[in-house]
C-alpha cells in the first residue's frame, strides 16, 4: 500500500507540472500593448508573406524595454523608409507629411539658394554642377565636390531633398558646405552667402573668326527664347562651324532638350527613347526645324553635365557622329514621378530611364567622350581651358 501511495504521488505531482508548464506559459506570455493597429492587412499583395514584419513588430511592443517610448506612427514611416531605401535608387524617396510639404514649396515657390545641382554617387551626396555665376561657383565650388556637412549636420544616409531644404533658405543668410574633393588634403567649409538663383540659359560668340562657342548653362523655361535667338544670329554671322559646351549644365526640362536637338538633326529622328518598368517605351523624336544642321559640330562635356545635357549630347552623337569631348558624364538619366499618399505623405519614383537613341542607358552610366580631356582645378583657377582647346583644334579640322 506504501508504495502503491508513493506511485499516485508521482503521477500527481508529473501531471500537477505538466499542467502547470501551460498554466505558466499562458500566463507569462505579455499582453500585447498595441490594440488599435487598424488596416493591418489592408493592400497586402498576394502570394507575399508578411508575418516576419508582425513578428517584429509584436516583439518590439512586448519586449522593448521602453515600451511606452515607442511612437507607432514613426514605425510605420521607418518601415516604409526602410522598404524604398532597400531600392538602391537615390532618386526613389519616401516623403513624411512635413517634408512631403516641404518639397512642395521648394519646387513651386521662390527662394534664395547657392546655385548648385546635387545628387548621390556611390551614397555620398554630391555637387553635380556649380551654375555660372551663382554664388557657389563663385565660392569656388566643382563638379565632382562631395559635400560632407552642411552646417553642423552630417550629410551620411541624408535624402536629396533633405539637403535641399538645408542648403536653400532665404535671401542673404549664410550657409556652410564642409567639402572634400579630389587631389584635397582635409575636408575645407564654404562659407557661401545665399541669393536669389537667376540663371541664364544660353550665351554665345565667335572664336578664331568663323566658330560659335555656345554655352548652354540650364535647360530651364527660357532656354527655348533664348537659344532660337542664339540661333538665328548664328545663322546670319559668317561663323562656319559650332562648339556646343554643355559642361556644368545640370539638365533641366526634357522638352527643351527635343527642341535643342531639332536645331541640329533632321526631322523624326530619335532625341531620346523612354523605358518603363513594364518594357514599354516611348520614342522623343526631332521635331522640324534644322536651322544649324548643316554646320560642323563638336560638344563639349564633363561629369557635371547631367540629365537633359546628356540626352541632347546622345541625341547628337548617336544620329550624326558627332564628337564629344572632355570627361563621362554624371548619368542622371531617369524620370522620377510623385505619387500623393494618405496622411498627406508622398511617394517620388523612378518610374522610367533615358536611353540614347542606339538603345544606351544613360542612368548610371552618362555619356562617354569620344576623345577625352581634362579640366583640372589648376587649370581653373589659372584661367586655362585645355577642353575648349582640345575642341577648337578637332572643329577645324571638320
Same mark, same amino acid.
Given at each position: 500500500?506504501? @508504495?502503491r501511495?508513493?506511485?499516485?504521488?508521482?503521477?500527481?505531482?508529473?501531471?500537477?507540472?505538466?499542467?502547470?508548464?501551460f498554466?505558466?506559459?499562458?500566463y507569462g506570455?505579455?499582453?500585447?500593448?498595441?490594440?488599435?493597429?487598424?488596416?493591418?492587412?489592408? #493592400?497586402?499583395?498576394d502570394?507575399?508573406?508578411?508575418?516576419?514584419? /508582425?513578428?517584429? /513588430?509584436?516583439l518590439?511592443?512586448?519586449?522593448y524595454?521602453?515600451?511606452?517610448?515607442?511612437?507607432?506612427?514613426?514605425l510605420?514611416?521607418?518601415?516604409?523608409?526602410?522598404?524604398?531605401n532597400?531600392?538602391?535608387?537615390?532618386?526613389?524617396?519616401?516623403?513624411?507629411?512635413?517634408?512631403?510639404?516641404?518639397?512642395?514649396?521648394?519646387?513651386?515657390?521662390?527662394?534664395?539658394?547657392?546655385?548648385?545641382?546635387?545628387?548621390?554617387?556611390?551614397?555620398?551626396?554630391?555637387?553635380?554642377?556649380p551654375?555660372?555665376?551663382?554664388?557657389?561657383?563663385?565660392?569656388?565650388?566643382?563638379?565632382?565636390?562631395?559635400?560632407?556637412?552642411? #552646417?553642423?549636420?552630417?550629410t551620411?544616409?541624408?535624402?536629396?531633398?533633405?539637403?535641399?531644404?538645408?542648403?536653400?533658405?532665404?535671401?542673404?543668410?549664410?550657409?556652410?558646405?564642409?567639402?572634400?574633393? +579630389?587631389?584635397?588634403?582635409k575636408?575645407e567649409?564654404?562659407?557661401?552667402?545665399?541669393?536669389?538663383?537667376?540663371?541664364?540659359?544660353?550665351? /554665345?560668340?565667335?572664336?578664331?573668326?568663323?566658330?560659335?562657342?555656345?554655352?548652354?548653362?540650364v535647360?530651364?523655361?527660357?532656354? +527655348?527664347?533664348?537659344?532660337?535667338?542664339t540661333?538665328?544670329?548664328? &545663322?546670319?554671322?559668317?561663323?562656319?562651324?559650332?562648339i556646343?559646351?554643355?559642361?556644368?549644365?545640370?539638365?533641366?526640362?526634357?522638352?527643351?532638350?527635343?527642341?535643342?536637338?531639332?536645331?541640329?538633326? +533632321?526631322?523624326?529622328?530619335?532625341?531620346?527613347?523612354?523605358?518603363?518598368?513594364?518594357?514599354?517605351?516611348?520614342?522623343?523624336?526631332?521635331?522640324?526645324?534644322?536651322?544649324?544642321?548643316?554646320?560642323?559640330?563638336?560638344?563639349?562635356?564633363?561629369?557635371g553635365?547631367?540629365?537633359?545635357?546628356?540626352i541632347?549630347?546622345?541625341?547628337?552623337?548617336?544620329?550624326?557622329?558627332?564628337?564629344v569631348?572632355?570627361?563621362t558624364?554624371?548619368?542622371?538619366?531617369?524620370?522620377?514621378?510623385?505619387?500623393?499618399?494618405?496622411k @498627406?505623405?508622398?511617394? @517620388?519614383?523612378?518610374?522610367?530611364? /533615358?536611353?540614347?537613341?542606339k #538603345? &544606351?542607358?544613360?542612368?548610371?552610366n #552618362?555619356?562617354?567622350?569620344?576623345?577625352?580631356?581634362?579640366?583640372?582645378e589648376?587649370?581653373?583657377?589659372?584661367?586655362?581651358?585645355?577642353?575648349? +582647346? @582640345?575642341?577648337?583644334?578637332? &572643329?577645324?579640322?571638320?
Open positions: 500500500m506504501a @508504495k501511495f508513493v506511485l499516485i504521488i508521482i503521477v500527481a505531482a508529473l501531471v500537477a507540472g505538466f499542467l502547470g508548464g498554466y505558466y506559459r499562458d506570455s505579455p499582453v500585447p500593448l498595441v490594440r488599435n493597429l487598424i488596416n493591418k492587412d489592408a #493592400g497586402q499583395p502570394g507575399v508573406d508578411f508575418s516576419l514584419f /508582425w513578428n517584429v /513588430w509584436d518590439l511592443h512586448n519586449k524595454v521602453d515600451r511606452d517610448k515607442l511612437a507607432t506612427q514613426e510605420i514611416y521607418g518601415a516604409i523608409n526602410g522598404m524604398v532597400a531600392v538602391g535608387d537615390p532618386y526613389t524617396v519616401f516623403l513624411e507629411p512635413k517634408e512631403s510639404e516641404e518639397f512642395q514649396q521648394q519646387i513651386s515657390g521662390s527662394f534664395g539658394g547657392v546655385g548648385i545641382e546635387i545628387g548621390l554617387r556611390k551614397g555620398m551626396l554630391t555637387v553635380i554642377a551654375i555660372k555665376d551663382t554664388p557657389a561657383a563663385r565660392a569656388g565650388l566643382l563638379a565632382g565636390d562631395k559635400i560632407l556637412k552642411i #552646417g553642423d549636420k552630417s551620411e544616409g541624408m535624402k536629396i531633398d533633405e539637403a535641399v531644404g538645408l542648403i536653400r533658405g532665404p535671401k542673404g543668410t549664410k550657409v556652410i558646405l564642409t567639402i572634400t574633393r +579630389d587631389g584635397l588634403g575636408a567649409d564654404y562659407t557661401i552667402t545665399r541669393d536669389t538663383i537667376k540663371i541664364p540659359a544660353v550665351d /554665345w560668340k565667335i572664336l578664331d573668326e568663323d566658330i560659335a562657342y555656345i554655352e548652354m548653362f535647360f530651364n523655361k527660357n532656354v +527655348d527664347i533664348e537659344f532660337k535667338k540661333a538665328e544670329e548664328i &545663322v546670319k554671322s559668317p561663323v562656319k562651324k559650332i556646343l559646351d554643355l559642361r556644368n549644365n545640370p539638365g533641366g526640362l526634357l522638352d527643351s532638350a527635343v527642341n535643342i536637338a531639332s536645331y541640329f538633326l +533632321d526631322a523624326d529622328k530619335i532625341v531620346t527613347i523612354e523605358r518603363f518598368g513594364d518594357g514599354k517605351e516611348n520614342q522623343f523624336r526631332a521635331q522640324p526645324n534644322g536651322l544649324l544642321k548643316n554646320y560642323p559640330l563638336v560638344v563639349l562635356i564633363n561629369k553635365s547631367a540629365s537633359a545635357s546628356e541632347l549630347a546622345g541625341a547628337l552623337k548617336d544620329n550624326r557622329g558627332v564628337l569631348i572632355g570627361e558624364s554624371f548619368g542622371k538619366g531617369s524620370v522620377q514621378e510623385v505619387a500623393e499618399l494618405p @498627406k505623405a508622398s511617394l @517620388k519614383v523612378t518610374v522610367a530611364k /533615358w536611353l540614347t537613341p #538603345g &544606351v542607358s544613360i542612368n548610371d #552618362g555619356i562617354k567622350p569620344d576623345v577625352e580631356a581634362i579640366r583640372s589648376e587649370d581653373v583657377q589659372n584661367e586655362k581651358d585645355p577642353q575648349l +582647346d @582640345k575642341a577648337k583644334e578637332l &572643329v577645324k579640322n571638320l
